[in-house]
């Protein structure tokens, strides 16, 4: 009998995980490096362990020659997913992981073509958030006809196991990375952008998410953004050795995970939806399980494969108290700017460009339109920014600049203010009053003032009593 077996079964989450598989009934082995809470888990639920290094491959070879499916839970996944992978396409053994890791997504891209031609699949990411994000995604993809664009977030609450975090800072990535016209790049991590997740919108901060390359993988949309909105002690300070082991169950029940989409089709319509689950460190061991039932069964392709893919849209409402919900009306950066449109001359238009598009990129303001000196009624060089496609603030050149003017940007939460403020210093403005309460307007006036280029007075104000988004 060809069994499944579980590499890092006694760390935090492979225990859950082993414990989920037997309850499915699977033909289950444990393994890791650490042979005593190897022990400790193998006496408990009664099933048959192996204490096994990953540096020699013989060894490796060994160890799975009697198995058909291997899931690995033994973090950091920057150590453990090369060799693991390797030998699984040596032994023609199907690799499922539960990283969430970018170098176990960019290694089975690497490794697609040698583990299709062995016959092997390679499954990174068979729970945890890849599995939620990939279902949400697949969900609105399914109602729409030519989708460009995805920015796509996940709300983590609660706290980190002691493994999870150590993995996140061995492998925290150096920079912000974004997929634009289907290549990672490099982008900015101060752009702010508003998701709603229930109770309405909050801001998504920049990271890079395996969904990067995993989402590219399954539907080759061109551009995809990966944000988190970060609730609680999720991403714990100090020294992380003293962690506990994981959160209690009562702490896992306490803090549901939640996840939001925003689609943009080819036409510029935009279609939304959330999702609602469980606590992510009782939805990983499930999924990850149930998975492993379907990959035993037979249900497999070869190469680098991911849950929706492989799966479906459908595979995270399979796990648990989980749901997707479709929102409803309009584009959620329509409420972050209450300006019409201004327009005011300045000394360089170029220049200017650059300066309002880094100060405003955490409002999602961009350039819409530009012309030339032969489009222009004043003979110069005309922008028009704004968020959504529709020019809100115009600057033009070649006209005499007067007196610096004043505008101000209304923006549902605190932290965008703050954003803004970081991203319009860094761009050459100069600090006309850092953010915090203007109690000369009222005491929930929390507002920063720049200066540009030319003098005028750039203001970013949150009048909201809690620095959030009332809904309602």
Same mark, same amino acid.
């Given at each position: 009998?060809?069994?499944?077996?579980?590499?890092?079964?006694?760390?935090?989450?492979?225990?859950?995980?082993?414990?989920?598989?037997?309850?499915?009934?699977?033909?289950?082995?444990?393994?890791?490096?650490?042979? #005593?809470?190897?022990?400790?888990?193998?006496?408990?639920?009664?099933?048959?362990?192996?204490?096994?290094?990953?540096?020699?491959?013989?060894?490796?070879?060994?160890?799975?020659?009697?198995?058909?499916?291997?899931? /690995?839970?033994?973090?950091?996944?920057?150590?453990? !997913? *090369?060799?693991?992978?390797?030998?699984?396409?040596?032994?023609?053994?199907?690799?499922?992981?539960?990283?969430?890791?970018?170098?176990?997504?960019?290694?089975?891209?690497?490794?697609?073509?040698?583990?299709?031609?062995?016959?092997?699949?390679? @499954?990174?990411?068979?729970?945890?958030?890849?599995?939620?994000? =990939?279902?949400?995604?697949?969900?609105?993809?399914?109602?729409?006809?030519?989708?460009?664009?995805?920015?796509?977030?996940? %709300?983590?609450?609660?706290?980190?196991?002691?493994?999870?975090?150590?993995?996140?800072?061995?492998?925290?990535?150096?920079?912000?990375?974004?997929?634009?016209?289907?290549?990672? @790049?490099?982008?900015?991590?101060?752009?702010?952008?508003?998701?709603?997740?229930?109770?309405?919108?909050?801001?998504?901060?920049?990271?890079?998410?395996?969904?990067?390359?995993?989402?590219?993988?399954?539907?080759?949309?061109?551009?995809?953004?990966?944000?988190?909105?970060?609730? +609680?002690?999720?991403?714990?300070? =100090?020294?992380?050795?003293?962690?506990?082991?994981?959160?209690? *169950?009562?702490?896992?029940?306490?803090?549901?995970?939640?996840?939001?989409? #925003?689609?943009?089709?080819?036409?510029?319509?935009?279609?939304?939806?959330?999702?609602?689950?469980? /606590?992510?460190?009782?939805?990983?061991?499930?999924?990850?399980?149930?998975?492993?039932?379907?990959?035993?069964?037979?249900?497999?392709?070869?190469?680098?494969?991911?849950?929706?893919?492989?799966? =479906?849209?459908?595979?995270?409402?399979?796990?648990?108290?989980?749901?997707?919900?479709?929102?409803?009306?309009?584009?959620?950066? #329509?409420?972050?700017?209450?300006?019409?449109?201004? *327009?005011? !001359?300045?000394?360089?238009?170029?220049?200017?460009?650059?300066?309002?598009?880094?100060?405003? +990129?955490?409002?999602?303001?961009?350039?819409?339109?530009?012309?030339?000196?032969?489009?222009?009624?004043?003979?110069?060089?005309?922008?028009?920014? =704004?968020?959504?496609?529709?020019?809100?603030?115009?600057?033009?050149?070649?006209?005499?600049? /007067?007196?610096?003017?004043?505008?101000?940007?209304?923006?549902? #939460?605190?932290?965008?203010?703050?954003?803004?403020?970081?991203?319009?210093?860094?761009?050459?403005?100069?600090?006309?009053?850092?953010?915090?309460?203007?109690?000369?307007? %009222?005491?929930?006036?929390?507002?920063?003032?720049?200066?540009?280029?030319?003098?005028?007075?750039?203001?970013?104000?949150?009048?909201?009593?809690?620095?959030?988004?009332?809904?309602?």
């Amino acid at each position: 009998m060809k069994h499944l077996m579980i590499y890092g079964a006694s760390g935090y989450t492979g225990r859950l995980t082993a414990k989920a598989a037997l309850s499915l009934g699977l033909p289950l082995l444990l393994a890791g490096r650490s042979g #005593e809470p190897l022990d400790i888990l193998a006496k408990e639920i009664d099933v048959a362990k192996r204490v096994f290094a990953l540096e020699d491959p013989t060894v490796l070879d060994t160890e799975l020659a009697d198995c058909a499916v291997l899931l /690995n839970c033994a973090g950091p996944y920057l150590h453990t !997913a *090369e060799p693991l992978m390797h030998a699984a396409i040596r032994n023609g053994v199907h690799y499922l992981d539960v990283a969430a890791e970018l170098d176990s997504y960019r290694l089975a891209e690497q490794l697609d073509a040698s583990a299709a031609a062995a016959g092997v699949m390679l @499954l990174p990411g068979s729970g945890g958030s890849v599995a939620m994000l =990939g279902s949400l995604a697949g969900h609105v993809i399914k109602g729409m006809k030519n989708p460009r664009k995805i920015a796509i977030a996940l %709300h983590v609450s609660g706290t980190m196991s002691r493994g999870s975090a150590i993995s996140a800072a061995e492998n925290m990535t150096a920079e912000t990375l974004v997929r634009k016209d289907g290549k990672l @790049l490099p982008r900015s991590s101060s752009h702010v952008q508003m998701f709603d997740f229930g109770n309405g919108p909050v801001s998504g901060i920049p990271v890079t998410l395996p969904d990067l390359i995993t989402l590219w993988q399954t539907t080759r949309i061109p551009d995809i953004e990966t944000y988190v909105h970060v609730s +609680g002690d999720a991403f714990p300070n =100090g020294d992380l050795a003293t962690l506990p082991d994981g959160p209690s *169950e009562t702490e896992r029940q306490a803090n549901r995970y939640h996840a939001a989409v #925003e689609i943009t089709d080819g036409d510029g319509s935009v279609r939304r939806a959330r999702l609602d689950t469980i /606590n992510g460190y009782s939805f990983t061991p499930l999924a990850a399980a149930q998975a492993a039932r379907r990959v035993l069964a037979g249900e497999a392709k070869p190469g680098f494969q991911t849950p929706l893919g492989l799966f =479906g849209s459908d595979f995270a409402e399979t796990i648990a108290d989980t749901r997707i919900i479709d929102i409803q009306g309009r584009h959620q950066k #329509e409420r972050v700017m209450f300006l019409d449109h201004i *327009e005011f !001359a300045v000394t360089n238009a170029n220049t200017s460009r650059r300066f309002y598009e880094s100060a405003l +990129g955490s409002l999602g303001v961009e350039c819409v339109i530009s012309q030339n000196a032969t489009q222009t009624r004043s003979g110069g060089t005309r922008h028009g920014l =704004g968020a959504d496609g529709y020019p809100r603030l115009w600057i033009h050149d070649d006209q005499p600049v /007067n007196s610096p003017i004043h505008i101000a940007f209304s923006v549902p #939460e605190r932290a965008i203010v703050d954003a803004f403020y970081a991203a319009a210093l860094a761009a050459g403005g100069k600090d006309n009053g850092s953010p915090g309460i203007r109690n000369n307007y %009222h005491t929930n006036y929390y507002a920063a003032f720049v200066l540009d280029p030319d003098g005028n007075n750039v203001e970013c104000v949150c009048q909201t009593n809690d620095g959030k988004m009332q809904t309602g």
